[in-house]
C-alpha cells in the first residue's frame, strides 16, 4: 500500500489471517481445489522488526509460499518489498538447517501477488519486475522476481471474484464506504464507514467478520484513508513549496532540490505526527526514495524534531 500500520494495515490483512480465507484465495488463483483449512500455514513475520517487513498476507500451502500484498495507491516497487519478505520469511524457516551442507535443502515455491483496489485507472492485470529497478538494466538478469498485480475494483477479473466469495464482498465493502464518503462530500469519514458495515451486516457481506471486527474495522479504514489522504496533501504542499524556492533562485537544480526536500521534510513530519516511530519513518524514507541508511537518518535527525 501503499504504506502499514502499527495494528493490522487493513481489512484485507485483518481477511487474511483467517486460513479458510487465505485456502480459497489460493485456490482462486491457482485453480486448485483444496477443502482443508488446517493444511495452511500462516506466516507471521515479526511487526517489531521494522516497517519493510511487515507484508499483508503470507502462507505456505503444500511446500507453496504465497506472499500477497493489497494496494490501494500505486507502488512500482512492490518486487523490491516483496523480495525483502521472502528473505525474511525464509530465514526464519531455515533457522536451524545446515545450508553450508552438501544436501540441497529445500524451499517452499514463492508466489507474488499484489491486489489493487484504489481510484486511478489501472489495467486488468499486469506484471512487475524486480529487474525494473536494476540502475544497469540487463538482458538476463542474474535475479528476478515478478509480481502480479490484479485490480480487483468492479468490472475487473470478475472470474477472480465469483470464485473467491470472501473478496468479493471484500470489495462490495470499500465501495459501500466510498460510496458513503461521496455522498457525504468526503466528510463524516467514520459516520460513512459505520454505514458501510451496517448495510454490509444487513446484505449478509462479511457478516460475522464485521459483527466481530466492527470496532477494529472501523479504526482502520479511517486511519487508512486519513494517512494516504493527508500523503497526498502533504506531497502536494511540498511540491508547491519546492516550485517556490526554485522560482526564486531561478535555476533548475533549485526547483528540484526543493522539490525533493520540501517533499521530504512534509513525509517526515507526517509520519510523526502519525504515531510512526524514528525507526519506521527511516525504513520508509530508504524504500521509498532509496537512500542510504545514513541519508535517512540524517533527514530524521534534520527535521523530525521541528513538527
Known amino acids: ?7 493490522k494495515s487493513d481489512v484485507f490483512s485483518m481477511l487474511m489471517e483467517n486460513p479458510q480465507n487465505a485456502l480459497d484465495l489460493y485456490n482462486a488463483m491457482n485453480h486448485s481445489n483444496y477443502t482443508d483449512p488446517n493444511l ?7 511487526r517489531g522488526i521494522s516497517l519493510t517487513v511487515r507484508n499483508d498476507a503470507s502462507f505456505v500451502l503444500d511446500m507453496n509460499l504465497s506472499i500477497y500484498e493489497h494496494q490501494s495507491t500505486i507502488c512500482p516497487n512492490m518486487p523490491v518489498r516483496s523480495l525483502i519478505y521472502f528473505t525474511n520469511i525464509l530465514e526464519r524457516m531455515l533457522k536451524g538447517r545446515n545450508i553450508y551442507g552438501r544436501k540441497l535443502v529445500k524451499i517452499p515455491t514463492p508466489r507474488f501477488a ?16 524486480l529487474s525494473d529497478a536494476f540502475e544497469h538494466p540487463v538482458e538476463n538478469p542474474e ?15 470478475q472470474e477472480l471474484l465469483e470464485k473467491c466469495p470472501f473478496l468479493k464482498e471484500y470489495m462490495i465493502f470499500v465501495d459501500y464506504v466510498r460510496e458513503n464518503h461521496r455522498a457525504n462530500d468526503y466528510e463524516e469519514l467514520e ?12 446484505e449478509d457481506v462479511l457478516r460475522e467478520f464485521l459483527m466481530e471486527h466492527r470496532t477494529e474495522v472501523v479504526k482502520v479504514v479511517k486511519l487508512d484513508y486519513t494517512f494516504d489522504r493527508q500523503l497526498t496533501l502533504e506531497r502536494e504542499d511540498s511540491r508547491a513549496e519546492g516550485r517556490a524556492e526554485g522560482r526564486a533562485e531561478g ?36 524504500q521509498e526514495y532509496n537512500l542510504a541508511e545514513g541519508e535517512a537518518s540524517e533527514l530524521i535527525v534534520q527535521y523530525w524534531d521541528n513538527v
Open 251 to 286: 535555476r533548475a537544480e533549485g526547483r528540484a532540490e526543493g522539490r525533493a526536500e520540501g517533499r521530504l521534510e512534509g513525509e517526515i513530519k507526517m509520519y510523526k505526527r502519525f504515531g510512526k516511530t524514528k525507526e519506521e519513518t527511516k525504513d520508509y524514507l530508504i
Open 143 to 157: 535475479i528476478e522476481l515478478t509480481c502480479k498485480v490484479y485490480n480487483i475494483n468492479y468490472g475487473k477479473n
Open 1 to 7: 500500500m501503499a504504506g502499514n500500520r502499527e495494528y
Open 40 to 46: 495452511v500455514e500462516i506466516c507471521v513475520l515479526d
Open 191 to 202: 459516520h460513512s464507514i459505520e454505514l458501510a458495515i451496517d448495510r454490509c451486516i444487513e
Open 114 to 129: 499484489v491486489f489493487y483496489n484504489g481510484e486511478e485507472e489501472q489495467p486488468e492485470q499486469y506484471e512487475l519486475k
